[in-house]
């Protein structure tokens, strides 16, 4: 894609990670100085909304982003067949890449609601000898994650590619599929959230002392 965010400025492709740490720097202090206070006067709880709501919320963005996502490769593919560029995968697409910083920017908010709703939850609802324990659990949840985004992405290489063809992840960008990998994501999480849901609708949160 073209990557020029400004005249005379190409920011680098793995450098568009940084719209996600600018997102989060971003909406903390809005979620806290803005959403919570309105939250609160709705909900009429100290935290606007509890930590499992938090969290759920999160996740729901997250589907959003990866929609967003699908939506947007869709849109690149198009581009490079209308050019066409299909078997020129060194060939820049005229397609800018601003396209892809709202989903940037969206996980980042996803990770404001679910990654700190998370630490938030571990945190206070341990017993307080066991926030230590708590805090692991929380910091556990990356290293799962990775371990099973890694699984994953090998079994679809394999599943897609094992005909010699062209799988999800070709190295011909403009002959792969992103997009059914972002649809997969995006239903995989559906299913988490609906689950997610049905057991935090049960839970009851462990008041603390004082």
Known sequence: MDRTLFSGFKIPAASLQVFIGLA??????????VFVPIARSITHKPSGITTLQRI?????????????????????LETARDYGLVNSPDATIPMSIWWLVPQYLLFGLAEVFTMVGLQEFFYD????????IGLALYLSVFGVGAILSS?????????????????????NLNKAHLDY??????????????????????????????
């Open 56 to 76: 759920g919320t999160g996740i729901f963005l997250s589907i959003v982003c990866m929609i967003i996502a699908a939506l947007v490769e869709i849109k690149r």
């Open 125 to 132: 609802q341990v017993p307080d000898d066991l926030r230590s």
């Open 151 to 171: 699984f994953l992405v090998a079994i679809i290489e394999k599943l897609t590619s094992g005909s010699g063809g062209d799988g999800w992840f070709s190295d």
């Open 181 to 210: 990998f972002y649809w997969l994501l995006a239903g995989l999480s559906t299913l988490g959230l609906a689950a997610f849901s049905y057991f935090a609708s049960s839970y009851i949160y462990r008041r603390r002392t004082t």
């Open 24 to 33: 989060i720097v971003i909406f903390v202090p809005v979620y806290d100085r």
